[in-house]
T-cell receptor
């Protein structure tokens, strides 16, 4: 186990609703990245937070937003859910200065109906 | 931005055979190349990685090679076992600056090892 936890494990929402996904780590890694993995695809980078500031974003609209807290836990918020948002959402922790290795959490599987 | 192509999409081998998965990348500034194994319903797990100052790296039955000139890298698994069956993803990223740790993944290879 990597020590990265995510909640909830599964979630069902309807179109137009909002969702908040959470990620936490047993140890203080100063960088957290979020990825979206659609069924049968590789993970796609959503955004990254470093010391509570957004540190780059992939090709995702502004309705995807995030937060990183002083204890390095993080949230991913998605507004106005669309059917295509159905996916596995993964967070990954790393520590800038010690290399790029990223440990992934178990993910949250989101289904939008 | 970076684009990573991975082949083949599916690979079926007999137990004990070798398996090779290949990836190409587009951004010549990419310098970190990890490989992840993802079993059904589980998280991607790092199995091996290589940095651009190294041409080859081995870890027991797994090896990765990198050709910077051609911008491609490959995963080699020898003496495959049924428990190697999973989806394998290659990825690429740049070290440093605002690109730190942002992985671009390939599409994945479903490896099946038949007993």
């Amino acid at each position: 186990e990597t020590g990265v936890t995510q909640s909830p494990t599964h979630l069902i929402k309807t179109r137009g609703q909002q969702v908040t996904l959470r990620c936490s780590s047993q140890s203080g890694h100063n960088t957290v990245s979020w990825y979206q993995q659609a069924l049968g695809q590789g993970p796609q980078f959503i955004f990254q937070y470093y010391r509570e500031e957004e540190n780059g974003r992939g090709n995702f609209p502004p309705r995807f937003s995030g937060l990183q807290f002083p204890n390095y836990s993080s949230e991913l918020n998605v507004n106005a859910l669309e059917l295509d948002d159905s996916a596995l959402y993964l967070c990954a922790r790393s520590f800038q200065g010690l290399g790029e290795t990223q440990d992934f959490g178990p993910g949250t599987r989101l289904l939008v109906l | 931005g970076e684009n990573v192509e991975q082949h083949p999409s599916t690979l079926s081998v007999q137990e004990g055979d070798s398996a090779v998965i290949k990836c190409t990348y587009s951004d010549s500034a990419s310098n970190y190349f990890p490989w992840y194994k993802q079993e059904l319903g589980k998280r991607p797990q790092l199995i091996i990685d290589i940095r651009s100052n190294v041409g080859e790296k081995k870890d027991q039955r797994i090896a990765v090679t990198l050709n910077k000139t051609a911008k491609h890298f490959s995963l080699h698994i020898t003496e495959t076992q049924p428990e190697d069956s999973a989806v394998y993803f290659c990825a690429a990223s740049r070290r440093g600056g605002t690109s730190y740790g942002k992985l671009t993944f390939g599409q994945g290879t479903i490896l099946t090892v038949h007993p």
